[in-house]
């Protein structure tokens, strides 16, 4: 019971994190209705100027709010500068400059920084709180799990509640329509690569700490489980990605602990195998009377 | 647009990502028949009269080159070292440095490249099991000498399955059986446990344990794969297990999070780490401000200590690294790449005058090289593995130092044996002359 309550607890504090990026992949996809591959190359470059900042200023929230700001300013840099001229044709499209995108960043990255792994410094603690002999939570997991709720919670009240969130939904899925109505379609999209960027730079700034370090390439194995998080949740949803993470975290924590490690990556994939047959859309999908 | 249109549009992606180094190697394949034989009057490709080309594959970006990419750039430097003293029989060596990022698709194209367009005399250090594997038939076939191979995977002795090809690295199996004779020797009766990578490095590393500490020797083997970075399910496991003494098959990062890992549980066992994850530079960069958490971790090496301030070799090399290095950190991959480079000297230094690819496979199966480790080499007509032993280390006030007296070990469930013959003497400034 002690080693099963270890794993839940270590496997959600891993969730928490796969949530928060798997957000940045859904915010797009739901400002613009594609998958960004270049997220994690995006969010390992932003998470180099938190640590430049954190580095110089001493203060880690400093570096934390530098690095959501350039996450924006590179968000905004793709969109326009790359992503504009492409999209439009063919889905593939996107997806093969995303992955330019990667190639040019990481290479970039190892050129000025090196390829080795830095460690980063974080504000709260990373041992485990124990309770009743069990190593649970630690205050680090606690924060990334807050800042987490936080975050899905201004998200769903930026997309549901305001003026803003509706014209970000409307010109993604209508763009013609939304148009007509006179929705400034092109300058939401722009917005919604700049929010999904923040969101992905935050997210890593809060990762890559737990993990080896800061390294070029330090989110790739991360980028991975959160598209598989964003697919089974729902590409859609801000809250089937929330409860995706959690459950693909867990899930890898308990097939390490019981089955062993080697079968873990591919109990994930068991899961995205079986939400794609049983429920394509992802689980926390909205229905949809018609296609768009 | 809708799901299923994302959906084929990556796999289409992913398709042709893999299409891509296959097609590239196919058009390769067609020109195979331009090697040449060896042994011929004519002389050796990529032999003349002033120089001798040789290439490498090593992953100078991607995933894996954190930690690896400074070893072909120490090698670069020595032989720049060695160009500059006049160079082997008057001829200077250049070293070309392919870049594979670790993935063997790729590596079967820069090899390739390396034999049929840049006509290498031989492949040196070319580095990584699994990348390496990819090019073991293609080497053998077109008989270009396959020197120094940077794993210690025992795939890289095989002298009847294939004869052009040598390991470097003390072999996984021979460590093993050091480390688990060293800790039967000092932590006696203590419940040992192993934590493995889950490919050759784990298997044939606890296969060496077995065959010291007995079939039920380890109370607990946790694994790990590289793509999941978080062992704390497995040192979980350990701490309950009631292990002591962890032994550690991984490579540097995972030593470091496992480690750190354990140290957040509030679990301090033993830990005795395998060479290719035991190195104190690396482990301790990966753990930051709490690199003290290794004190007392033990580990092997079979070449210079990077940390004496007296050894010959190590102050060579760190001069050579100081010059022509431009002063790059100065670690174990540094002694690592120097090292390569010294003993693919000396084997061309014996191969004679006008060296063929067969001359020089001659010369390191003569049994008349010496390299420069702790244990003597263990290279001979029977068997292609540089280095069969290790000498244990252990780290102490931040210094990672040799402890007692190495041992040799045989291939397989042979004997481990203690080597008092002491290391090799450095001779003639690292320049080695027929």
């Given at each position: 019971?002690?080693h099963?309550?270890h794993?839940l607890?270590?496997?959600?504090?891993?969730?928490?994190?796969?949530?928060?990026?798997a957000?940045a992949l859904?915010?797009?996809?739901r400002?613009?209705?594609?998958?960004?591959?270049?997220?994690?190359a995006?969010?390992?470059?932003?998470?180099y100027?938190a640590f430049?900042v954190?580095?110089?200023t001493?203060?880690y929230?400093?570096?934390l709010a530098?690095?959501?700001l350039a996450?924006?300013?590179?968000?905004?840099?793709v969109?326009r500068g790359v992503?504009?001229?492409?999209?439009?044709q063919?889905?593939?499209?996107s997806v093969i400059v995303a992955?330019?995108?990667?190639?040019?960043?990481q290479?970039?990255l190892?050129?000025a920084?090196g390829?080795?792994?830095?460690?980063m410094?974080?504000p709260f603690?990373?041992e485990?709180?124990?309770?009743?002999?069990?190593?649970l939570?630690?205050?680090y997991?606690?924060?990334?799990?807050?800042a987490?709720?936080?975050?899905l919670?201004a998200?769903g009240l930026?997309?549901?509640r305001?003026?803003?969130?509706?014209?970000m939904?409307?010109?993604?899925?209508a763009?013609?329509?939304?148009?007509?109505l006179g929705v400034?379609v092109?300058r939401?999209?722009?917005l919604?690569?700049?929010l999904?960027?923040?969101?992905?730079?935050?997210?890593?700034?809060?990762?890559i700490p737990?993990?080896?370090g800061?390294?070029?390439h330090?989110t790739?194995t991360l980028f991975?489980y959160?598209?598989?998080?964003?697919?089974?949740?729902g590409?859609?949803s801000?809250?089937g990605?929330a409860?995706?993470?959690?459950?693909?975290?867990v899930l890898l924590?308990l097939?390490t602990?019981?089955?062993g490690s080697?079968?873990?990556p591919i109990?994930v994939?068991?899961l995205?195998v079986v939400?794609?047959?049983?429920?394509?859309?992802?689980?926390?999908?909205?229905?949809?009377v018609r296609?768009a | 647009?809708?799901r299923p249109?994302?959906?084929?549009?990556?796999a289409?992606?992913?398709?042709?990502?893999?299409?891509?180094?296959?097609?590239?190697?196919?058009?390769a394949d067609?020109t195979?028949?331009a090697?040449?034989?060896?042994?011929?009057?004519?002389?050796?490709?990529g032999?003349?009269?002033?120089?001798i080309?040789?290439g490498?594959?090593?992953?100078?970006?991607?995933p894996?080159a954190?930690?690896y990419?400074?070893?072909?750039?120490?090698?670069?430097?020595?032989?720049?070292?060695?160009n500059?003293?006049?160079?082997?029989?008057?001829r200077?060596i250049e070293?070309i440095v392919?870049?594979?990022?670790?993935n063997?698709?790729?590596t079967?194209?820069?090899?390739?490249?390396?034999v049929?367009?840049?006509?290498?005399?031989?492949?040196?250090?070319?580095?990584?099991t699994?990348?390496?594997s990819a090019?073991?038939?293609f080497?053998?076939?077109?008989?270009?000498p396959?020197l120094f191979v940077?794993?210690?995977?025992?795939v890289?002795?095989q002298?009847d399955e294939h004869?052009?090809?040598?390991?470097?690295n003390?072999d996984?199996?021979?460590?093993?059986?050091?480390?688990?004779?060293y800790?039967?020797?000092?932590?006696?009766g203590?419940t040992t446990?192993?934590?493995?990578q889950?490919?050759d490095l784990g298997?044939?590393?606890?296969?060496g344990?077995?065959?010291?500490?007995?079939?039920?020797?380890?109370a607990?083997?946790q694994?790990y794969?590289t793509?999941?970075?978080d062992?704390?399910?497995?040192?979980?496991a350990?701490?309950?297990?009631g292990c002591e003494?962890?032994?550690?098959?991984?490579?540097?990062a995972?030593?470091?999070?496992a480690v750190?890992?354990?140290?957040?549980?509030g679990y301090?066992p033993?830990?005795?780490?395998s060479s290719?994850?035991g190195d104190?530079?690396t482990?301790?960069q990966?753990?930051?401000?709490?690199?003290?958490l290794?004190?007392g971790f033990?580990?092997?090496?079979?070449?210079?200590s990077?940390?004496?301030?007296?050894?010959e070799?190590t102050?060579?090399?760190r001069?050579?690294?100081?010059?022509y290095?431009e002063?790059?950190?100065?670690?174990?991959?540094?002694?690592?790449?120097?090292?390569?480079g010294y003993?693919?000297?000396?084997a061309?230094?014996k191969?004679?005058?006008?060296?063929?690819?067969q001359?020089?496979?001659?010369?390191?199966?003569s049994?008349?090289l010496?390299?420069?480790g702790v244990?003597?080499?263990?290279?001979?007509?029977t068997n292609?593995?540089?280095?069969?032993g290790v000498q244990?280390t252990v780290?102490a006030?931040?210094v990672?130092e040799y402890?007692g007296?190495?041992?040799?070990?045989?291939?397989?469930a042979?004997e481990v044996t203690?080597y008092t013959?002491g290391p090799v003497?450095l001779?003639?400034d690292?320049i080695?002359?027929?």
């Amino acid at each position: 019971m002690d080693h099963f309550l270890h794993l839940l607890s270590s496997g959600l504090a891993r969730g928490a994190v796969f949530a928060v990026f798997a957000l940045a992949l859904v915010l797009i996809w739901r400002a613009a209705r594609i998958v960004n591959f270049a997220q994690g190359a995006m969010a390992a470059a932003t998470t180099y100027v938190a640590f430049a900042v954190t580095a110089a200023t001493g203060n880690y929230w400093l570096g934390l709010a530098a690095a959501v700001l350039a996450g924006a300013l590179l968000g905004l840099v793709v969109e326009r500068g790359v992503m504009r001229h492409v999209a439009r044709q063919s889905p593939l499209n996107s997806v093969i400059v995303a992955l330019g995108v990667v190639m040019v960043l990481q290479a970039v990255l190892g050129i000025a920084f090196g390829n080795d792994y830095t460690p980063m410094r974080v504000p709260f603690s990373m041992e485990p709180l124990w309770v009743g002999g069990v190593p649970l939570l630690s205050p680090y997991d606690l924060y990334v799990i807050g800042a987490v709720a936080m975050l899905l919670l201004a998200l769903g009240l930026l997309f549901t509640r305001t003026a803003v969130g509706l014209r970000m939904r409307a010109a993604a899925f209508a763009p013609e329509t939304s148009r007509l109505l006179g929705v400034p379609v092109s300058r939401m999209l722009t917005l919604g690569w700049t929010l999904s960027a923040a969101v992905g730079a935050f997210a890593a700034v809060l990762v890559i700490p737990t993990e080896l370090g800061l390294n070029p390439h330090a989110t790739d194995t991360l980028f991975v489980y959160a598209f598989t998080v964003a697919i089974v949740g729902g590409l859609d949803s801000p809250v089937g990605a929330a409860v995706g993470g959690l459950v693909v975290g867990v899930l890898l924590s308990l097939v390490t602990g019981y089955l062993g490690s080697t079968l873990a990556p591919i109990a994930v994939l068991v899961l995205l195998v079986v939400v794609l047959l049983v429920r394509p859309a992802g689980i926390f999908s909205a229905r949809q009377v018609r296609q768009a | 647009m809708t799901r299923p249109r994302i959906v084929r549009a990556v796999a289409a992606a992913g398709v042709a990502a893999l299409l891509v180094p296959l097609l590239a190697s196919c058009s390769a394949d067609s020109t195979d028949d331009a090697s040449g034989a060896a042994g011929d009057a004519e002389p050796a490709p990529g032999v003349t009269d002033t120089e001798i080309v040789v290439g490498t594959h090593h992953p100078l970006s991607g995933p894996a080159a954190a930690g690896y990419a400074s070893i072909s750039a120490a090698t670069t430097a020595y032989f720049a070292y060695l160009n500059d003293n006049g160079g082997v029989n008057g001829r200077t060596i250049e070293y070309i440095v392919k870049d594979d990022g670790y993935n063997p698709a790729t590596t079967q194209s820069v090899v390739r490249e390396l034999v049929l367009e840049d006509r290498v005399f031989a492949l040196l250090n070319g580095l990584g099991t699994a990348p390496h594997s990819a090019v073991l038939d293609f080497l053998d076939e077109n008989e270009v000498p396959d020197l120094f191979v940077a794993s210690g995977s025992p795939v890289f002795n095989q002298p009847d399955e294939h004869p052009w090809t040598f390991g470097f690295n003390a072999d996984y199996t021979a460590e093993a059986k050091a480390l688990a004779t060293y800790a039967q020797e000092h932590f006696p009766g203590k419940t040992t446990c192993l934590l493995a990578q889950d490919d050759d490095l784990g298997e044939d590393f606890a296969a060496g344990l077995v065959t010291v500490l007995g079939e039920d020797g380890l109370a607990s083997e946790q694994v790990y794969t590289t793509s999941n970075p978080d062992v704390s399910a497995q040192v979980a496991a350990m701490k309950q297990a009631g292990c002591e003494v962890n032994f550690l098959a991984a490579i540097n990062a995972f030593s470091a999070l496992a480690v750190g890992t354990a140290a957040k549980l509030g679990y301090q066992p033993q830990w005795l780490s395998s060479s290719v994850g035991g190195d104190y530079g690396t482990v301790s960069q990966y753990l930051g401000e709490n690199a003290a958490l290794l004190e007392g971790f033990v580990s092997a090496n079979y070449l210079p200590s990077h940390f004496s301030e007296t050894d010959e070799w190590t102050t060579l090399f760190r001069q050579i690294n100081e010059d022509y290095n431009e002063g790059a950190p100065f670690d174990g991959n540094t002694v690592y790449g120097m090292s390569v480079g010294y003993l693919f000297a000396e084997a061309l230094a014996k191969a004679g005058e006008t060296p063929t690819r067969q001359g020089i496979v001659d010369a390191v199966t003569s049994g008349d090289l010496r390299g420069n480790g702790v244990v003597p080499l263990a290279l001979s007509a029977t068997n292609n593995g540089a280095y069969q032993g290790v000498q244990v280390t252990v780290v102490a006030g931040g210094v990672q130092e040799y402890v007692g007296t190495p041992y040799t070990a045989e291939p397989g469930a042979g004997e481990v044996t203690p080597y008092t013959g002491g290391p090799v003497a450095l001779e003639d400034d690292g320049i080695p002359s027929s």
